[in-house]
């Protein structure tokens, strides 16, 4: 697989996409593209050309399994591998998630000095 550079990440708390635009933007060295919501995520993410998707998984209106879904029903984005980010990580909802095809689960609260390589081994771990 290619080397990660462009990541998006869909969060609805505006200090976590903060913290996530330091911890992946700044010090990560991506190219980050941030959505405040699924339905922001769905608007969007074809022009911002991701390699990998950081799901939030509770947000309003549309959370990150229904996300996923939708997401996959575009043919630009449906290979597109996706990570959850949630505080609900216990073994059972972690099954869920990667069953639904996310490659991992990131909890929060996260160390956003080790995000980038946490979200790198990931990516590395799936080529």
């Known amino acids: 697989m290619a080397e990660l550079k462009k990541l998006a990440c869909v969060e609805d708390d505006a200090d976590i996409r903060s ?3 330091l ?3 700044d010090l990560g060295g991506f190219d980050l ?3 405040s919501s699924g339905h922001d995520a769905l608007a969007g993410l074809e022009d911002a050309t ?4 950081i799901l939030d998984v509770m947000m309003p209106g549309m959370d990150g399994l229904e996300t996923l879904e939708k997401l996959r029903a575009v043919p630009a984005l449906n290979e597109t591998p996706v990570l959850f980010m949630t505080a609900k990580a216990q073994p059972k909802e972690i ?3 990667t069953q639904a095809g996310a490659l991992g689960v990131i909890t929060k609260p996260f160390d956003p000095l080790s995000l980038a390589d946490k979200v790198r081994a990931f990516w590395d771990d799936a080529a």
């Open 50 to 53: 991701p390699q990998l998707i």
């Open 33 to 35: 593209a941030l959505f």
């Open 19 to 21: 913290i996530i635009e």
């Open 23 to 25: 911890a992946l933007g």
């Open 95 to 97: 099954t869920r998630y």
